[in-house]
């Protein structure tokens, strides 16, 4: 049987060796990335989409003329309302809109007009202007031929490009308004002293 005796000094010897073998710079490795992986996506905030934008709906119309005698043979005064017809707020600029009245005479073509301004802003459903002319002596033809009466409501030209949809008269149909000659006539030759036309 043989025994082995191994010394200390041989064993530190042995590691000095190896070590000194792997003093020296190790080669660099390329580095390979892992292949990508996604990960399972997580809920984020809703945002809101894109809005069409608010378009008002506003109508102004001629509500009535109302035709009303004066104290001497021949005289009236012509009256008239405008209402927003609209479900929407009227909103706009002073001097975008007017209201046009005019009388002619069916015997002398003599013609009477009245301007006002329509206002810039109306309620839904609420009155815009209500307006009369002094009380005038033989605006009509009392004896055959009676006359007429016209209201329009008329607006600026660049009133559809403003920008603004609350201007933008929904229904144009009913911005003119007219009594005709016989009906101005019949009231001048009746007993009413006073007659509503309602549109």
């Known amino acids: 049987m043989f025994r082995t005796t191994v010394s200390v000094a041989s064993v530190i010897a042995t590691v000095s060796i190896a070590a000194s073998a792997f003093a020296g710079p190790i080669a660099p490795q390329s ?3 892992l292949p990508y992986r996604p990960g399972p996506t997580l809920p984020g ?3 809101p989409g894109p809005t069409a934008p608010a378009i008002c709906d506003v ?10 005698k004066g104290a001497r043979a021949g005289d009236v005064r012509i009256s008239y309302e405008i209402v927003n017809r ?3 707020a009227w909103r706009s600029g002073a001097e975008q809109q ?6 002619v005479n069916g015997n002398t073509s003599e013609t009477y007009d009245l301007n006002r301004a329509l206002t810039a802003s109306a309620a839904g459903g609420a ?3 209500r307006a009369s002319t002094p009380m005038l002596s033989y605006p009509f033809d009392t004896f055959e031929f009676g006359g007429t009466v016209d209201v329009s409501i008329a607006y600026d030209p660049d009133i559809l490009i403003d920008a603004n949809s609350c201007n933008d008269d ?4 009913n911005n003119t308004a007219s009594i005709d000659s016989a009906s101005v006539f ?12 309602r549109f």
């Open 186 to 197: 019949a009231f001048v030759q009746g007993s009413a002293t006073s007659r509503t036309f």
């Open 170 to 173: 929904r229904r144009s149909g």
């Open 98 to 103: 007017q209201v046009n009245l005019k009388t």
């Open 59 to 68: 109508d102004p119309a001629i509500a009535s003329i109302t035709l009303t």
């Open 86 to 88: 609209g479900r929407s």
């Open 127 to 129: 009155t815009m202007l």
């Open 31 to 33: 580095i390979k990335p």
């Open 45 to 47: 905030p809703v945002l």
